[in-house]
């Protein structure tokens, strides 16, 4: 070996030590501060960042994921992970976000754990189905799916019916898409759960319009509205009000879809969604413009 390789090697192990003594020392004065384990406290930081200041968020999770590789924690890391892939997902990082969920994955196989391997799938079939990739998507939230039902979890597995379902959609099979989304409403209404219930009518309201089934659209979408007034879920009532107002603008209803997306306008200001505000503008524009009010 060259000789001179070495101070080199020891300087860097010296440097390593002295980020992770003075990453500890900062977990600590943060755990003492909210008399908080110091590892959970930076990946809780982490995730209560993960909202509104991803770059932080993910700042959080990489040293709360240091420190629980120091102290060989497999249930800290296993957190860790799941957060800092997930900051790295919304800073549209998806390769790295999915090498954190693998991971993640690799740790559930060894301690057995169905429900994080389970969540881990998820967010892997979601870095897959934002890169368009449907196929790995479609395979990954089966497997999800499996893992949810040995850990019977019948709100998750709904979800990764509908995940699976939004990966067939966008492959440009719709009526396999349909069958998914009909799945996951069979699981959440047998399971008396109102936001999935709500979450898969939706999803059957749009797929339907899409394959110009109004009739049909009208009515899985007034049963999700119901559902989502009822759970106060402003932002997915908003999202209703829009497919409503796309129905009937469809069938040129024009007076009733301007009722439909003035109200879903509101909500969509008051939920504070942007994206959905300047839907409701364009769709109140295109309904004018079919009333000949083009002014």
């Known amino acids: 070996m060259n ?51 991803r770059d932080s968020a993910y700042f959080y999770a990489n040293q709360g994921l240091t420190i629980a590789q120091f102290e060989e924690n497999d249930t800290l890391i296993g957190m860790a992970l799941m957060v800092r892939g997930e900051a790295l997902f919304k800073l549209g990082k998806f390769e790295l976000a999915r090498e954190d969920f693998k991971r993640r994955q690799e740790l559930s196989q060894l301690n057995a754990q169905h429900a994080p391997e389970a969540r881990a799938f998820m967010w ?19 497997a ?17 019916w509908m995940r699976k379902g939004k990966a067939i ?28 219930t709500a979450l898969a009518h939706q999803y059957l309201g749009f797929i339907s319009l899409d394959m110009e ?9 007034r049963n999700a509205l119901v559902n989502f007034e009822a759970t106060g879920n402003e932002q997915e009532r908003a999202v209703c009000l829009k497919g409503l107002t796309e129905v009937h603008l469809a069938e040129k209803k024009y007076h009733i879809a301007q009722e439909y997306a003035e109200e879903g306008l ?18 109140l524009g295109d309904i004018m413009a079919g009333m000949d009010d083009f002014e």
Not at 8 to 28: H, P, T, V
Not at 124 to 142: K, M
Not at 144 to 160: D, F, P, S, V
Not at 269 to 282: H, I, P, V
């Open 3 to 53: 000789q001179n390789l070495r101070p080199k090697k020891a300087n860097m192990r010296y440097k390593n030590a002295q980020l992770k003594g003075f990453l500890l020392l900062f977990a600590l004065f943060l755990g003492f501060q909210s008399h908080a384990s110091p590892c959970r406290s930076l990946i809780q930081k982490a995730f209560n960042l993960l909202q509104i200041n």
């Open 266 to 283: 509101k909500v969509a200001q008051e939920a504070g969604s942007r994206g959905l505000t300047m839907d409701f503008y364009q769709l």
């Open 169 to 196: 959609e966008r492959s440009e099979n719709r009526q396999k898409a349909r069958e998914a989304y009909s799945e996951a409403l069979k699981i959440a209404r047998k399971a008396e759960l109102k936001e999935e």
């Open 144 to 160: 999800a799916l499996k893992h949810w039902e040995a850990a019977q979890n019948k709100g998750e597995m709904a979800m990764a």
């Open 213 to 221: 089934k109004t009739d049909l659209a009208l009515q899985h979408l």
């Open 124 to 142: 892997v079939g979601e870095t897959y189905l934002s890169q368009d990739s449907f196929q790995p998507a479609v395979l990954n939230f089966e």
